[in-house]
């Protein structure tokens, strides 16, 4: 069932401005609904759905928009478990991505790793952990450099591979006296119901000196595509859509916004320097990663913009 937020997940206020309203029995987003989620049985989906809408508020306070009407944890499984069939393209049975996705995730961890043994000053093995592990592509590239890493993923499925290659499992229960260097969440905050309070909790596990990583889709375009959306012959159009996808993307970040929540959990902004970027990026094979390798650190770590943000303690 859809459960309704009632005060902003990031700042906890309740002053909103609504960008959005489709109701779920809307022939048009229950189409684009069944197409995208090639296995749920139609009646299913409805009596999930019923009385629910796809609202969209912006908090006046923080920025942040998110959907009003989210699923409970039951409807979440469903969705994430059974809706949404095996088309995932990352799946280990499918054809490898290509190599830049594998090297701009290695260049990543090594720049991470440089800079954090930069700033303990130690070459001890750096502890990670990978919240929201997926298939653990991530996570065996850090392990491959060195680093002792654990995850967290809640599909059953991907956790089984992830043991079958011998990742280390956690559970977050598992975690009470854990400290760890790095905590990497790549596209997980946007997705949770309660992204401040899950944040919160993450902190209590970095250790002093820490570094925390927050990538979720950018929202920074979302007003202007709300303002003129309709859901006829939507499936075509939907990486317009995609930073607050229906039932999925709960929460609909900005730079600002992002850094904001950031702030309220008692972490502060960091930069990797430019330097530390260049010297481990790896795929330099075409004039666009070239483009790519060059803009993306200032971006991220010079201008402080876009939704890939790296946060220690404020303290
Ligand atoms: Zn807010």
């Not at 995208?36 to 299913?44: H, L, Q, S």
């Not at 592990?133 to 991907?158: H, N």
């Not at 209590?204 to 006829?232: C, E, H, R």
């Amino acid at each position: 069932m859809l459960v309704e937020r009632k005060i902003c997940p990031s700042c906890n206020r309740a002053d909103f401005v609504q960008l959005h309203e489709t109701p779920y029995s809307d022939r048009e987003l229950a189409e684009f609904l069944s197409a995208y989620y090639t296995k749920a049985e139609p009646i299913a989906q409805a009596k999930a759905l019923q009385g629910g809408a796809f609202v969209i508020l912006e908090c006046r306070a923080c920025g942040l928009y998110f959907q009003r009407d989210v699923p409970d944890d039951d409807f979440s499984a469903e969705i994430y478990g059974n809706w949404l069939g095996e088309d995932d393209p990352l799946a280990p049975h499918k054809p490898p991505m290509p190599v830049a996705y594998y090297s701009l995730m290695a260049a990543e961890v090594m720049q991470i790793i440089v800079f954090l043994q930069k700033r303990t000053g130690t070459n001890r093995r750096l502890r990670f952990l990978d919240f929201g592990q997926g298939w653990g592509y991530w996570s065996q590239m850090a392990r491959s450099f060195g680093v002792d890493v654990c995850g967290i993923e809640l599909s059953p499925k991907k956790v089984a591979y992830a043991k079958s290659v011998g990742l280390n499992i956690v559970e977050i229960s598992d975690l009470e006296h854990c400290q760890f260097d790095f905590i990497n969440t790549e596209q997980v905050i946007e997705h949770v119901a309660e992204p401040r309070r899950v944040v919160e909790r993450l902190k209590k596990y970095l250790a002093p000196g820490g570094v925390i990583k927050l990538s979720v889709p950018d929202g920074k375009d979302m007003v202007q595509t709300l303002n003129s959306w309709n859901w006829m012959n939507s499936l075509a159009r939907q990486e317009a859509i995609m930073p607050i996808h229906p039932l999925e993307h709960l929460n609909c970040f900005t730079s600002d916004s992002l850094t904001h929540m950031a702030e309220l959990c008692g972490l502060k902004r960091i930069s990797v320097p430019l330097i530390t970027c260049y010297a481990y990026s790896t795929d330099w094979s075409s004039l666009k990663l070239i483009a790519k390798n060059i803009l993306r650190p200032i971006k991220r770590f010079k201008l402080n913009k876009g939704c890939y943000a790296l946060f220690s303690h404020r303290i």
